[in-house]
């Protein structure tokens, strides 16, 4: 017998919510510790929904429960990005071919560019940007291909939102978004799936350089 999900309370999810936005839009940093009572009083709750929360933000891989120093946010390193980056590398374009061929609307997409591009701070165009990448490989067919990719989406824009706090690249990434929905959009499947591919590798590239190319070997190594 299949057992059905319980349901987060509603003060859980919008603490868990609140906290993902400020983890993902850099208002609280990796390494920042996340104390119960503080949360708690800055969100008007007990400390249960609070709890319940980061129980879950640990189970997504955003945040970090240790018995010696509390919760805190994780750390972001090369070695974190490389294996975020090489499950998007090896899922996120073939999940932008499948959705092309299968001539699905990327009206969603088309959306959140046009947020990303009118945003008017980074915390807006980051939430946008992540829409978009998202609208990209939902609708690829395969349910378990896209909740797959949805377990790996926090991560991926936790080492985005270090990223560019580091070094904005927005231009940029919003250049090869246009390039990649114009190909989809034209239905080239093969070239929408390549540009997706090199967008994501040059990303981590640039962003994490001792990282090297998710998905290779680095030279030297055996």
Same mark, same amino acid.
């Given at each position: 017998?299949?057992?059905?999900?319980?349901?987060?309370?509603?003060?859980? /999810?919008? $603490?868990?919510?609140?906290?993902?936005? &400020?983890?993902? %839009?850099?208002?609280?940093?990796?390494?920042?510790?996340?104390?119960? %009572?503080?949360?708690?009083?800055?969100?008007?709750?007990?400390?249960? #929904?609070? &709890?319940?929360?980061?129980?879950?933000?640990?189970?997504?891989?955003? $945040?970090?429960?240790?018995?010696?120093?509390?919760?805190?946010?994780?750390? =972001?390193?090369?070695?974190?990005?490389?294996?975020?980056?090489?499950?998007?590398?090896?899922?996120? #374009?073939?999940?932008?071919?499948?959705? $092309?061929?299968?001539?699905?609307?990327?009206?969603?997409?088309?959306?959140?560019?046009?947020?990303?591009?009118?945003?008017?701070? %980074?915390?807006?165009?980051?939430?946008?940007?992540?829409?978009?990448?998202?609208?990209?490989?939902?609708?690829?067919?395969?349910?378990? *291909?896209?909740?797959?990719?949805?377990?790996?989406?926090? /991560?991926?824009?936790?080492?985005?939102?270090?990223?560019?706090?580091?070094?904005?690249?927005?231009? &940029?990434?919003?250049?090869?978004?246009?390039?990649? *929905?114009? *190909?989809?959009?034209?239905?080239?499947?093969?070239?929408?799936? &390549?540009?997706?591919?090199?967008?994501?590798?040059?990303? =981590?590239?640039?962003?994490?350089?001792?990282?090297? %190319? #998710?998905?290779?070997?680095?030279?030297?190594?055996?």
């Amino acid at each position: 017998m299949t057992s059905v999900p319980t349901p987060i309370p509603s003060r859980t /999810q919008y $603490v868990l919510e609140e906290i993902k936005r &400020r983890i993902l %839009t850099g208002r609280l940093t990796p390494g920042q510790a996340l104390v119960e %009572t503080e949360l708690a009083a800055q969100f008007g709750v007990s400390k249960t #929904p609070v &709890r319940e929360a980061l129980k879950t933000l640990a189970g997504t891989g955003l $945040v970090v429960m240790s018995q010696y120093k509390g919760v805190t946010v994780r750390m =972001v390193d090369a070695d974190m990005a490389r294996e975020v980056y090489d499950v998007r590398l090896l899922l996120e #374009p073939e999940a932008l071919k499948r959705a $092309v061929r299968r001539g699905a609307s990327l009206e969603a997409a088309q959306a959140a560019l046009t947020r990303a591009d009118d945003a008017t701070d %980074t915390a807006e165009r980051s939430l946008a940007n992540r829409e978009f990448h998202r609208a990209l490989y939902l609708p690829c067919g395969n349910p378990l *291909l896209g909740r797959m990719l949805d377990e790996v989406r926090d /991560q991926a824009a936790l080492v985005s939102a270090v990223a560019w706090a580091a070094d904005p690249s927005w231009e &940029r990434e919003a250049g090869e978004h246009r390039e990649i *929905l114009r *190909l989809a959009l034209d239905g080239d499947a093969d070239g929408a799936a &390549r540009a997706l591919h090199a967008h994501i590798a040059s990303f =981590v590239r640039r962003a994490f350089p001792e990282a090297g %190319t #998710p998905g290779e070997e680095q030279e030297g190594q055996e």
